[in-house]
T-cell receptor, first 111, second 114 residues
Framework: NAGVTQTPKFQVLKTGQSMTLQCAQDMNHNSMYWYRQDPGMGLRLIYYSASEGTTDKGEVPNGYNVSRLNKREFSLRLESAAPSQTSVYFC??????????FGSGTRLTVV | AQSVTQLGSHVSVSEGALVLLRCNYSSSVPPYLFWYVQYPNQGLQLLLKYTTGATLVKGINGFEAEFKKSETSFHLTKPSAHMSDAAEYFCAVSTMEYGNKLVFGAGTILRVKS
């Protein structure tokens, strides 16, 4: 099925560990995004990529890095995880007016 | 800058009653407006969107929303609530000025009582 695929779905990390969240879309969208969702705060933009080869910071980029590997794939890396990064992470892709298509999310717990 | 305010973090209605979820936005240029629904432990699903044209927008599952520029509002309604409507609803705005990035409200959790 066409859409956005995120891996893993669940992850528990110890403080200071690193990990990469993977995201791939098969809709040939130019733009891709990483959001985090926290209770009562909606979704906040971490990083985005308007097109292949470009990335830019969103509202809450500290502690994260991203790579737009090709048009399909956009990964999010936590270099040294902190408990404040416990959250649900969503990847999305879009084409302008058509709205975003979201992945099913990654639930990350940092202990 | 653009922002979204959703009035009421929790809304409770009886089954069969009108659903009204409020959303106000702030934008200096014409906005694109969206409503998304999130069921427990799932991703976000697009309910409806306004880009240009008709200000009354119909979406999936019987929901609709009306863009009112003078009130900077995009409230979501459904005439008759169903138990399956219980979920969290997010209003979001994007503009070309802001690179079409979606900015979300804090969300409203809808509870439907039997």
């Amino acid at each position: 099925n066409a859409g956005v695929t995120q891996t893993p779905k669940f992850q528990v990390l110890k403080t200071g560990q690193s990990m990469t969240l993977q995201c791939a879309q098969d809709m040939n969208h130019n733009s891709m995004y990483w959001y985090r969702q926290d209770p009562g705060m909606g979704l906040r933009l971490i990083y985005y990529s308007a097109s292949e080869g470009t990335t830019d910071k969103g509202e809450v980029p500290n502690g994260y890095n991203v790579s737009r590997l090709n048009k399909r794939e956009f990964s999010l890396r936590l270099e040294s995880a902190a408990p404040s990064q416990t959250s649900v992470y969503f990847c999305a892709s879009s084409e302008t007016k058509r709205g975003y298509t979201f992945g099913s999310g990654t639930r990350l717990t940092v202990v | 800058a653009q922002s979204v305010t959703q009035l009421g973090s929790h809304v409770s209605v009886s089954e069969g009653a009108l659903v009204l979820l409020r959303c106000n936005y702030s934008s200096s240029v014409p906005p694109y407006l969206f409503w998304y629904v999130q069921y427990p432990n799932q991703g976000l699903q697009l309910l409806l969107k306004y880009t240009t044209g008709a200000t009354l927008v119909k979406g999936i599952n019987g929901f609709e929303a009306e863009f009112k520029k003078s009130e900077t509002s995009f409230h979501l309604t459904k005439p008759s609530a169903h138990m399956s409507d219980a979920a969290e609803y997010f209003c979001a705005v994007s503009t070309m000025e802001y690179g079409n990035k979606l900015v979300f409200g804090a969300g409203t959790i809808l509870r439907v009582k039997s």
